[in-house]
């Protein structure tokens, strides 16, 4: 009987959770701003495959932090650059990222939802006032 | 029974090497009798050159040093299995490895043979062990300290190595910075006046071979205004040191209104320099513009890509190449098995690029730069390529093997590692 409830809850969750994604289609404008954003930005070290520069700069595609729920600290990211000498998923890269703190609220969002979806990656979007709560709390 | 044989069998190798690193004929014909790969491994290569796999998956694989026995020993930039160098051994004779074994407990680049000494570096320090006269290491355990302390700040941290064969030891100790800005790559970071990082990096360094220990002020800046020198081979004609340079990066992203995409995936030259002691390259303050053939002042410290330097303290390269292929190795071809043009010229290990995006990736080749007179005759040639396995590379990821060591066998061979596969390659000529 328990498990019998435990399955229902089981699939309500995922029903739930397919209704919650599918009730917000990522826009194509997002999308397309996202992409914009990450060819000026980001592209010329990360590559247009999003598979980064082996040992130099980290891979966006199916990485973990990109695909991760903790949206702040990609946020983050963008905002103060990275410099940090710790392995991500495994590797360690060499180069310095530089601030991207000028960008606008939306295009940081945009990017990160364009990266977050694009290539092998999916999860879900990330919203301007997002990024303004955690830009808020770095000042 | 069957041991006897094949103890037998390992002693009559032993002889036929050591007989034929003796009589130079006999190296010919032996290297003859090694048959290269159906597809040559892989590569494209000039007529009458054939390549076969001598090893591979030997993890990352940065440069490498051959015994005049040809023990192959290979540095590797992150540990397998708790080791950080490779040895290989052709028992057979049929030019592939059948016996590897691993040592040392730090990862790097620089390895190279000079008399009885092997020396590798980590990225802080440089190692030596001895060699017993069949090539094998007296004690792999315990190696001798010859460097400690060099600076290592996560970015262009490797510690490329060359001997003089005269008692130094030349360590490249590479620039933690792409254009010495208060900010490293951040738009609108100006270039720091003077650029600090030259006292302690951004240079060669010149140390003794011999001496345990030494840190910076055992040892002389030798030379400086280089950016990162990931080859290096000393010229035996010239008695001189020559270097291939890492560019610099991102002109586009870091000046937009005055790089676009095209000009900043084709400058700055990546550079060959013939150094002498006090040379300055130029680093941070000039890059060299391969299609103006000139040293530009660099965006950061006032220039706006065409204004030229005219400050005599800076040094001309010896040779330029394209944009951003990232050259990993030098090596003097000093062999006879190669056709009479090779002799005493360059071959250069190009790792390939990543900052030409969004324009397609170049490099991933190895080069021959022909020399007259121990100088670049101002021409040079693709030699060995295909290593990247695909037509275009747009993504730097996409290549499958990239050139990174070069050394010379002691019939003449020329071998590349490969650090994203673990590929060693054998070269050899069989044409007439």
Same mark, same amino acid.
């Given at each position: 009987?328990?498990?019998?409830?435990?399955?229902?809850?089981?699939?309500?969750?995922?029903?739930?959770?397919?209704?919650?994604?599918?009730?917000?289609? *990522?826009?194509?404008?997002?999308?397309?701003?996202?992409?914009?954003?990450?060819?000026?930005?980001?592209?010329?070290?990360?590559?247009?495959?999003?598979?980064?520069?082996?040992?130099?700069?980290?891979?966006?595609?199916?990485?973990?932090?990109?695909?991760?729920?903790?949206?702040?600290?990609? *946020?983050?990211?963008?905002?103060?650059?990275?410099?940090?000498?710790?392995? *991500?998923?495994?590797?360690?890269?060499?180069?310095?990222?530089?601030?991207?703190?000028?960008?606008?609220?939306?295009?940081?969002?945009?990017?990160?939802?364009? *990266?977050?979806?694009?290539?092998?990656?999916?999860?879900?979007?990330?919203?301007?006032?997002?990024?303004?709560?955690?830009?808020?709390?770095?000042? | 029974?069957?041991?006897?044989?094949?103890?037998?069998?390992?002693?009559?190798?032993?002889?036929?090497?050591?007989?034929?690193?003796?009589?130079?004929?006999?190296?010919?014909?032996?290297?003859?009798?090694?048959?290269?790969? %159906?597809?040559?491994?892989?590569?494209?290569?000039?007529?009458?050159?054939?390549?076969?796999? %001598?090893?591979? #998956?030997?993890?990352?694989?940065?440069?490498?040093?051959?015994?005049?026995?040809?023990?192959? /020993?290979?540095?590797?930039?992150?540990?397998?299995?708790?080791?950080?160098?490779?040895?290989?051994?052709?028992?057979? @004779?049929?030019?592939?490895?059948?016996?590897?074994?691993?040592?040392?407990?730090?990862?790097?680049?620089?390895?190279?043979?000079?008399?009885?000494?092997?020396?590798?570096?980590?990225?802080? $320090?440089? /190692?030596?062990?001895?060699?017993?006269?069949?090539?094998?290491?007296?004690?792999?355990?315990?190696?001798?300290?010859?460097?400690?302390?060099?600076?290592?700040?996560?970015?262009?941290?490797?510690? #490329?190595?060359?001997?003089?064969?005269?008692?130094?030891?030349?360590?490249?100790?590479?620039?933690?910075?792409?254009?010495?800005?208060?900010?490293?790559?951040?738009?609108?970071?100006?270039?720091?006046?003077?650029?600090?990082?030259?006292?302690?990096?951004? @240079?060669?360094?010149?140390?003794?071979?011999?001496?345990?220990?030494?840190?910076?002020?055992?040892?002389?800046?030798?030379?400086?205004?280089?950016?990162?020198? =990931?080859?290096?081979?000393?010229?035996?004609?010239?008695?001189?040191?020559?270097?291939?340079?890492?560019?610099?990066?991102?002109?586009?992203?870091?000046?937009?209104?005055?790089?676009?995409?095209?000009?900043?995936? $084709?400058?700055?030259?990546?550079?060959?320099?013939?150094?002498?002691?006090?040379?300055?390259? @130029?680093?941070?303050?000039? /890059?060299?513009?391969? $299609? =103006?053939?000139?040293?530009?002042?660099?965006?950061?410290?006032?220039?706006?890509?065409?204004?030229?330097?005219?400050?005599? %303290?800076?040094?001309?390269?010896?040779?330029?190449?394209?944009?951003? =292929?990232?050259?990993?190795?030098?090596?003097?071809?000093?062999?006879?098995?190669?056709?009479?043009? /090779?002799?005493? @010229?360059?071959?250069?290990?190009?790792?390939?690029?990543?900052?030409?995006?969004?324009?397609?990736?170049?490099?991933?080749?190895?080069?021959?730069?022909?020399?007259?007179?121990?100088?670049?005759?101002?021409?040079? $040639?693709?030699?060995?390529?295909?290593?990247?396995?695909?037509?275009?590379?747009?993504?730097?990821?996409?290549?499958?093997?990239?050139?990174?060591?070069?050394?010379?066998?002691?019939?003449?061979?020329?071998?590349?590692?490969?650090?994203?596969?673990?590929?060693?390659?054998?070269?050899?000529?069989?044409?007439?």
């Amino acid at each position: 009987m328990e498990k019998k409830i435990m399955l229902l809850m089981g699939s309500l969750c995922f029903g739930l959770n397919a209704f919650s994604q599918s009730s917000k289609p *990522i826009s194509k404008s997002v999308i397309d701003n996202g992409k914009l954003v990450y060819a000026t930005r980001c592209l010329a070290c990360h590559q247009v495959d999003g598979g980064g520069v082996p040992h130099l700069n980290a891979p966006l595609d199916g990485a973990s932090t990109v695909l991760g729920a903790d949206k702040a600290k990609l *946020i983050r990211i963008v905002l103060k650059g990275y410099s940090d000498r710790v392995e *991500i998923d495994g590797e360690f890269y060499s180069n310095n990222m530089a601030p991207h703190s000028d960008l606008k609220d939306q295009q940081i969002a945009d990017v990160l939802t364009y *990266i977050r979806n694009t290539w092998t990656n999916k999860a879900s979007a990330v919203s301007a006032a997002e990024v303004k709560a955690v830009r808020a709390k770095l000042k | 029974m069957r041991k006897t044989f094949s103890f037998c069998l390992l002693a009559l190798g032993l002889s036929l090497t050591q007989f034929s690193a003796h009589a130079g004929d006999s190296t010919k014909l032996a290297s003859k009798a090694i048959m290269p790969d %159906a597809d040559n491994a892989g590569l494209k290569l000039p007529a009458g050159f054939g390549a076969l796999k %001598a090893a591979d #998956s030997i993890g990352r694989a940065r440069h490498i040093a051959i015994t005049d026995k040809g023990t192959i /020993y290979v540095k590797l930039s992150k540990l397998v299995n708790g080791k950080g160098i490779v040895v290989l051994r052709d028992t057979d @004779g049929d030019g592939r490895a059948e016996e590897k074994g691993s040592f040392g407990d730090f990862g790097g680049t620089g390895i190279a043979i000079s008399g009885k000494w092997l020396y590798a570096s980590s990225d802080e $320090e440089v /190692y030596r062990y001895m060699l017993t006269p069949d090539g094998s290491l007296v004690n792999p355990m315990s190696p001798q300290k010859i460097i400690t302390g060099l600076i290592d700040r996560k970015q262009h941290e490797s510690k #490329s190595i060359a001997l003089d064969g005269k008692g130094n030891i030349y360590v490249n100790i590479g620039a933690y910075s792409n254009a010495c800005q208060e900010k490293d790559r951040t738009k609108g970071s100006k270039g720091m006046m003077p650029c600090p990082i030259l006292d302690s990096a951004g @240079g060669i360094w010149k140390f003794d071979a011999e001496k345990a220990n030494q840190t910076y002020g055992d040892g002389k800046r030798f030379a400086t205004g280089l950016r990162n020198v =990931m080859g290096l081979d000393w010229n035996k004609q010239n008695n001189q040191l020559f270097v291939m340079q890492h560019g610099r990066d991102q002109l586009h992203d870091l000046y937009p209104d005055l790089f676009d995409n095209k000009a900043s995936a $084709e400058k700055p030259a990546e550079t060959m320099y013939a150094l002498k002691e006090g040379s300055n390259a @130029g680093w941070p303050y000039i /890059y060299y513009d391969p $299609e =103006m053939k000139q040293k530009i002042v660099a965006p950061e410290y006032g220039g706006d890509g065409k204004k030229v330097s005219t400050d005599p %303290a800076f040094q001309d390269p010896a040779i330029a190449f394209p944009a951003h =292929m990232a050259p990993n190795a030098l090596l003097f071809y000093t062999g006879n098995q190669f056709p009479a043009k /090779y002799k005493n @010229g360059a071959f250069v290990a190009f790792h390939g690029s990543w900052n030409r995006a969004p324009l397609p990736q170049e490099g991933y080749y190895v080069a021959f730069v022909p020399f007259e007179n121990g100088k670049p005759t101002g021409q040079w $040639e693709i030699f060995a390529n295909g290593f990247a396995g695909i037509e275009v590379v747009t993504g730097t990821k996409g290549a499958q093997h990239r050139p990174c060591g070069l050394a010379q066998g002691p019939d003449g061979s020329l071998y590349v590692s490969d650090d994203s596969k673990g590929t060693i390659y054998r070269i050899m000529y069989n044409g007439k």
